[in-house]
């Protein structure tokens, strides 16, 4: 089985590699290394089943290539992190819609089915929770950058969809919930490898808003394992997945038990949203997924437990940090 990962240098497709290879596949990635970094994959590249391309998934002729060699495609590629997405907003639109049709449109020419990546934004600013994949969408309005990146996904989606209905091309949607663990990076907003290393180096731990804002975090390996299971499930075919974890925890107490998993002297402080995004800036207050769909048609259920997450991750910091990186 010959496998193309889009985004294949970045945090989760690194992950996604390696299962994969593991399993015995050739695994072919592509990645700009916009966020993804060749760090990401350096363990990987001794395999004699892995090879990279340092490209961005907007050039078609290398696409093309990589689409037409591979069985499946697995689409990760995308612009990610709520901070990235506001000071960016050009680069987010341009690249979830455009990455994504170019993915599409090669599938469809040469009939390989694709895994679309998608996002639990794409609920938006709703309250109705847990979510489940049919539940309508709340979003705010286009002047507030944020939910360009909701929009952007969605259209991703519904493109993915109208390919499987009018064309019969294989497509599958897997919505991720707060994907977390080692190599992600806190360069673009996400809150738990900002906070673990403020905790680390005994700087304040910077908690936006109220700090009451609820999130489930999943590890990045329940993640990958879903997306591998879902490539292999023809029922999955034509459908929408939720994949995360249901346990969630206020951001204010996320803080306190990264300071205390730590042993870090930092205080908590909290930053208004405005300060932290931009002005106007909307948070979602809280975001729970309803797995019972993904439990039903490939059995999933996340194993790692939030402790378990945060100590791996910390683990992960204090190694990087001993070997100066
Ligand atoms: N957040 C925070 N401090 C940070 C970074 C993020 O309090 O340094 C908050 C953020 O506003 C959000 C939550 O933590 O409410 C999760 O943020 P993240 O960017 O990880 O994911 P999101 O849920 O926004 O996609």
Redesign the pocket.
Known sequence: MKVLITGGAGFIGSHLAELLLNKGQEVYCIDDLSTGRLQNVHHLRQNPRFHLAVETILNESVMDRLVSDCDVIYHLAAAV???LIVKSPVETIQRNILGTDVVLRLANRYLRRVLITSTS?IYGKSEATPFREDDDRVLGPTTKSRWSYSCSKAIDEFLALAYHKEKNLQTIIMRLF?TVGPRQT?RY????P??VQQALKNQPL????D?K?V?CFTYVQDVVAAAARLMETPKAIGQVFNIGNTEGIA?GELAEKIKALTGSKSEIVL?P?DK?YEEGFE??RI?VPDLSKANRVIGYEPKVKLDEILKRVIEYFRQQEEEGR
């Open positions: 992190g709520v901070e934004e707060n806190g907003g996400m809150v738990i900002r906070l910077t908690v936006y808003g700090g804002q999130r951001i930053i949203y932290a948070d979602m975001r």
